[in-house]
Nanobody
Framework: QVQLVESGGGLVQPGGSLRLSCAAS????????MGWYRQAPGNKRELVAA???????NYADSVKGRFTISRDNAKNTVYLQMNSLKPEDTAVYYC??????????????WGQGTQVTVSS
Protein backbone atom coordinates (compact mmCIF):
# COMPACT_ATOMS: atom_id res chain seq x y z
CA GLN A 1 0.00 0.00 0.00
CA VAL A 2 1.20 3.49 -0.91
CA GLN A 3 0.30 6.62 1.02
CA LEU A 4 0.95 10.27 0.25
CA VAL A 5 0.82 12.61 3.23
CA GLU A 6 0.80 16.38 2.68
CA SER A 7 1.63 19.08 5.19
CA GLY A 8 2.31 22.81 5.31
CA GLY A 9 -0.99 24.38 4.33
CA GLY A 10 -2.64 27.18 6.27
CA LEU A 11 -3.76 30.79 6.27
CA VAL A 12 -1.43 33.45 4.93
CA GLN A 13 -1.75 37.10 3.97
CA PRO A 14 -1.42 38.24 0.36
CA GLY A 15 2.25 38.52 -0.53
CA GLY A 16 3.21 35.89 2.01
CA SER A 17 4.83 32.49 1.60
CA LEU A 18 4.08 28.87 2.42
CA ARG A 19 5.97 25.63 1.86
CA LEU A 20 4.05 22.44 1.20
CA SER A 21 5.54 18.97 1.68
CA CYS A 22 4.33 15.58 0.50
CA ALA A 23 5.94 12.32 1.56
CA ALA A 24 5.24 9.03 -0.16
CA SER A 25 5.49 5.92 2.00
CA UNK A 26 4.61 2.25 1.99
CA UNK A 27 5.67 -0.62 -0.23
CA UNK A 28 7.43 1.55 -2.81
CA UNK A 29 9.89 0.19 -5.34
CA UNK A 30 10.27 3.39 -7.38
CA UNK A 31 8.75 6.86 -7.76
CA UNK A 32 8.65 8.59 -11.12
CA UNK A 33 6.98 11.95 -11.58
CA MET A 34 5.54 13.88 -8.65
CA GLY A 35 3.37 16.95 -8.73
CA TRP A 36 1.02 19.37 -7.09
CA TYR A 37 -2.55 20.10 -8.15
CA ARG A 38 -5.12 22.43 -6.69
CA GLN A 39 -8.87 22.75 -6.66
CA ALA A 40 -10.81 25.83 -5.67
CA PRO A 41 -14.55 25.67 -4.90
CA GLY A 42 -16.54 25.37 -8.11
CA ASN A 43 -13.42 24.79 -10.22
CA LYS A 44 -11.82 21.74 -11.77
CA ARG A 45 -8.64 20.32 -10.28
CA GLU A 46 -5.68 21.84 -12.13
CA LEU A 47 -1.98 21.15 -12.37
CA VAL A 48 0.18 23.60 -10.44
CA ALA A 49 3.64 22.11 -10.91
CA ALA A 50 5.30 18.79 -11.64
CA UNK A 51 8.79 17.34 -11.43
CA UNK A 52 10.36 14.21 -12.89
CA UNK A 53 12.73 11.93 -11.03
CA UNK A 54 15.54 13.58 -12.99
CA UNK A 55 14.53 17.05 -11.84
CA UNK A 56 12.80 18.44 -14.93
CA UNK A 57 9.96 20.76 -13.97
CA ASN A 58 6.90 22.38 -15.47
CA TYR A 59 4.55 24.98 -14.03
CA ALA A 60 1.14 26.43 -14.66
CA ASP A 61 1.46 29.89 -16.23
CA SER A 62 -0.35 31.40 -13.26
CA VAL A 63 2.38 30.38 -10.80
CA LYS A 64 5.55 30.75 -12.89
CA GLY A 65 8.10 32.92 -11.12
CA ARG A 66 6.31 32.60 -7.78
CA PHE A 67 6.22 28.85 -7.00
CA THR A 68 9.11 26.40 -7.00
CA ILE A 69 8.76 22.61 -6.97
CA SER A 70 11.58 20.39 -5.73
CA ARG A 71 12.04 16.85 -4.49
CA ASP A 72 14.23 14.66 -2.34
CA ASN A 73 14.40 11.30 -4.09
CA ALA A 74 15.99 9.58 -1.09
CA LYS A 75 12.97 10.53 1.02
CA ASN A 76 10.33 10.15 -1.73
CA THR A 77 9.25 13.67 -0.84
CA VAL A 78 8.17 16.58 -3.01
CA TYR A 79 8.00 20.21 -1.94
CA LEU A 80 6.21 23.30 -3.22
CA GLN A 81 7.62 26.65 -2.16
CA MET A 82 4.94 29.28 -2.74
CA ASN A 83 5.95 32.95 -2.65
CA SER A 84 4.07 36.16 -3.41
CA LEU A 85 0.80 34.40 -2.72
CA LYS A 86 -2.40 35.89 -4.07
CA PRO A 87 -6.03 35.42 -3.00
CA GLU A 88 -6.62 33.49 -6.22
CA ASP A 89 -4.12 30.87 -5.03
CA THR A 90 -6.66 29.86 -2.38
CA ALA A 91 -7.54 26.18 -2.91
CA VAL A 92 -7.08 22.68 -1.62
CA TYR A 93 -3.66 21.51 -2.79
CA TYR A 94 -3.18 17.85 -3.64
CA CYS A 95 0.00 15.88 -4.13
CA UNK A 96 0.18 13.24 -6.86
CA UNK A 97 2.86 10.66 -7.54
CA UNK A 98 3.45 8.00 -10.18
CA UNK A 99 4.64 5.03 -8.20
CA UNK A 100 5.78 1.47 -8.79
CA UNK A 101 4.65 -0.33 -5.67
CA UNK A 102 6.16 -3.64 -4.67
CA UNK A 103 4.45 -6.56 -6.42
CA UNK A 104 2.25 -4.13 -8.40
CA UNK A 105 2.35 -2.13 -11.64
CA UNK A 106 2.92 1.60 -12.07
CA UNK A 107 -0.03 3.68 -10.84
CA UNK A 108 -0.97 7.21 -9.82
CA UNK A 109 -1.56 7.96 -6.15
CA TRP A 110 -3.09 11.05 -4.55
CA GLY A 111 -2.70 12.67 -1.16
CA GLN A 112 -5.65 13.75 0.96
CA GLY A 113 -5.19 17.46 0.24
CA THR A 114 -4.16 20.45 2.32
CA GLN A 115 -6.01 23.77 2.46
CA VAL A 116 -4.21 26.95 1.46
CA THR A 117 -6.06 30.19 2.16
CA VAL A 118 -4.68 33.57 1.11
CA SER A 119 -6.57 36.37 2.77
CA SER A 120 -6.04 39.57 4.73
Amino acid sequence: QVQLVESGGGLVQPGGSLRLSCAASGSIFSVSSMGWYRQAPGNKRELVAAITSGGSTNYADSVKGRFTISRDNAKNTVYLQMNSLKPEDTAVYYCKAYVLATMKSWDHYWGQGTQVTVSS
